[in-house]
């Protein structure tokens, strides 16, 4: 059995979940579910990024120990994959002990390509990430994803030598064989990569205590990313166990924000380490609220839970799925996701439901076939090309081609005028249409498409109540 590894980055928890930390889960899962239904043994990670100055800033502000932070904002985190029920097979919190014993001797093995230096320059605390000359030049000395004047910083730290790995990743980036996704990103990353400095990767424990402390050397813990990154191998249980069966990842689903951390460092660290690339790198857009960035300042943060509980988990997944484009940015109004809901969940496919399982239970008729199911081959091609709200575009197609088709082929003329054996020819060639189309919906919509499969199970049986009732 094919195994595949599939990845999402693992969010800060300085704070509760917000719709856009649901797109990794929801295009982690689409994938993971349509692989498993291609007959490949899945393994599906998640998790929290736990340390950090921000996170023991906010715990602090809050005057909360940051254990229980950090424990709590898990917790939500948790509960909120679960709420989206993607498939996640493995969750890590990177303040687990074996977490962090194996980022130290990750950092071990990495050592010929690390060395101390001391960093006097610009940095954002808001990005953790020390800033050049040009950056802050270009930026006028601001953030603009944080809106907050870069920091002068003077600091000894340990850095990780890109220099030493640059070809390597240039030539697997440009080979595919680690495929950034979409292609725009992975110009971007190529020339980012031949500007990337070496990387710091500790901070002095003057400046902060929360996280993994550096191997012999107590006055330093790793910053961030390494610690962070590491989490995708450490859940295997690297550096203890084999990984294998499962390293390689399939792919690494990431927000666009976040790509360069993946596609520079990362490598590093697994080149350095004499690991094999993920396969796939796949960057998603943004989601933005009406049309801002949603920031806290602002207010204009939506919450999932609330979107969530208006229509149920299939109304978001849809939402989230099809009219927000896996690549770009995209955008979340409430007017936006109620069309959607109404005109397209709801009269499409809801009243095809509805409607053909009213007209069977009518005219009493029984499948006399067990259907089978496949996904055809334009599926197939934009599903493995991680085209997933083009592959939910096309399939939401098919579901407007049986409603068409039924206009056409009239079933109710042919029960009017006492043809049976047509009759149960054309329903049986609708539903099992439909049912095709079901089972190819079904790593979206994964629990309408399952009441579907329900409905049509002999004795066919309509909804009671409208699959998405209108207010
Ligand atoms: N902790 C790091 C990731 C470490 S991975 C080894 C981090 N956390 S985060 O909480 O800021 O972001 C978590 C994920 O959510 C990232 O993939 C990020 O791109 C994504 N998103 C955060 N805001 C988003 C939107 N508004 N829209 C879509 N995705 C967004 O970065």
């Known amino acids: 059995m094919n195994k595949t590894y599939i990845t999402t980055a693992i969010p800060y928890v300085n704070g509760a979940p917000h719709i856009g930390h649901a797109m990794d889960y929801c295009l982690a899962d689409v994938y993971a579910r349509y692989r498993r239904l ?7 990670q998640a998790g929290v990024d736990e340390h950090g100055n921000k996170i023991f800033q906010k715990a602090n502000d809050l005057g909360i120990p940051v254990e229980e932070y950090v424990a709590d904002n898990a917790k ?11 498939s996640y097979t493995d969750f890590i919190r990177t303040t687990d002990v074996d977490h962090g014993r194996r980022c130290q001797e990750i950092w071990r093995r990495l050592s010929d390509h690390i060395y101390k230096a001391k960093y006097e320059g610009w940095y954002c605390s808001g990005c953790e990430r020390f800033i050049t000359q040009k950056e802050y030049d270009e930026n006028n000395g601001i953030c603009p994803d944080h809106q907050k004047p870069y920091e002068k910083l003077v600091e000894e730290n340990y850095y990780l030598r890109i220099s030493d790995f640059k070809d390597k990743i240039r030539a697997a980036i440009e080979t595919d064989e680690m495929l950034i996704l979409p292609d725009f990103r992975k110009k971007e990353i190529l020339k980012l990569l031949e500007e990337s400095p070496d990387v710091s990767i500790s901070r002095s424990t003057e400046q902060l205590t929360w996280g ?41 689903f990431v927000g666009k924000d976040i790509l360069r951390f993946h596609a520079i460092i990362w490598p590093a660290m697994l080149i350095g380490l004499g690991l094999p690339l993920p396969k796939v790198l796949l960057s998603h857009g943004f989601i933005l609220a009406n049309g801002q960035k949603m920031s806290k300042s602002i207010g204009n943060v939506v919450d999932p839970i609330e979107v969530l509980e208006k229509h149920g988990l299939d109304a978001f997944r849809y939402y989230f799925l099809k009219h927000a484009d896996t690549f770009a940015d995209s955008d979340f109004t409430w007017e936006k996701f109620e069309n959607a809901y109404n005109n397209e969940l709801a009269n499409d496919l809801g009243n095809l439901v509805q409607r053909l399982a009213t007209l069977a239970k009518k005219n009493g008729i029984v499948l006399t076939e067990t259907p089978e199911f496949h996904f055809d081959a334009k599926y197939i091609e934009l599903m493995n090309a991680f085209e997933f709200s083009k592959t939910f575009e096309y399939v939401w197609g098919k579901v407007q ?71």
């Open 76 to 86: 939500k985190f948790m509960e909120f994959i679960e709420k989206l029920d993607a």
């Open 212 to 252: 993994v402390p550096v191997p012999g050397d107590d006055t330093q813990v790793m910053y961030v990313w390494i610690d962070a990154l590491s989490n995708y191998i450490t859940i295997l249980g690297y550096p203890d166990e084999d990984i294998n069966e499962w390293w390689p990842a399939a792919a690494q």
């Open 401 to 471: 081609d049986i409603n068409k088709r039924i206009d056409e082929e009239k079933p109710w003329s042919l029960a009017k005028n006492g043809e049976t054996e047509k009759l149960q020819e054309c329903m049986q060639s609708l539903i099992f249409d439909l049912l095709n189309v079901n089972y190819m919906l079904s790593p979206f919509i994964p629990q309408t498409t399952e009441r579907i499969f329900e409905i049509f199970e002999n004795p066919i049986a309509p909804p009671e109540a409208p699959l998405f009732p209108k207010d």
């Open 38 to 44: 291609s007959g490949d043994e899945v393994k599906f």
